[in-house]
Structures are given as C-alpha cells and as structure tokens.
C-alpha cells in the first residue's frame, strides 16, 4: 500500500529549529540533518508498520546518525502516515504526546 505524508504545522518548526542549531555547530551539518530526516521519512513511509507502537498509537522511527526521534501514527483511512513531532532525544519526553490533544 503506498502511503502519502502528512504532518502536523509544528513538525516544520522542529526541523527548522534543529537544522539552525547544526548550522551554528558546523557549516554544512544542517544539510545532512536534512537529508537524515528525508531518508529516515522516506523509509517509514514504504513500511510504517514495522516501527511498534509506543502509546497512545504513536509509533517512533529514528534517523542515522542523529539523535532525533519521528514520532508518528498510521492513518489507514486516508493511506497515510502523519507526523505529530521530529524531536531530540533528550527533548521532554511528554513534547510529542501533547501535540495530539
């Protein structure tokens, strides 16, 4: 089944503030962030079941390299997966969860 991608308008803030925080560490850094978060995206949308879920039917993909985390669930009515969150690891573990009240 293909899948389309939807996400929630904070998941833009995430990845922007994030690629700002890799620019300001090392030239260039922020790019393959970038590209970590678009392979790992592109690998839960060919089998999104594969990640188990974590609560409240949010599943969590991880990219390479990167601490960050995809929190994300499975919406088969519409064929799609939708992104609720791209957080850091050591970000407040309850960030995710509060998007979806």
């Given at each position: 089944?293909?899948?389309r991608l939807?996400?929630?308008d904070e998941v833009i803030k995430d990845v922007q503030d994030a690629k700002e925080w890799y620019?300001?560490?090392h030239n260039g850094l922020e790019t393959e962030f970038a590209i970590a978060i678009e392979s790992a995206?592109?690998?839960?949308?060919?089998k999104p079941?594969?990640?188990s879920i974590r609560y409240k039917n949010i599943r969590v993909a991880h990219p390479?390299?990167?601490?960050?985390?995809?929190?994300?669930?499975i919406d088969q009515a519409n064929s799609a997966v939708v992104i609720i969150a791209i957080v850091h690891n050591k970000r407040?573990?309850?960030t995710a969860?509060?998007?979806?009240k």
């Open positions: 089944m293909a899948y939807l996400y929630l620019k300001k560490q995206l592109l690998q839960l949308l060919e079941a594969i990640y390479k390299r990167f601490p960050y985390n995809i929190h994300f669930y407040h573990p309850k969860p509060k998007r979806l």
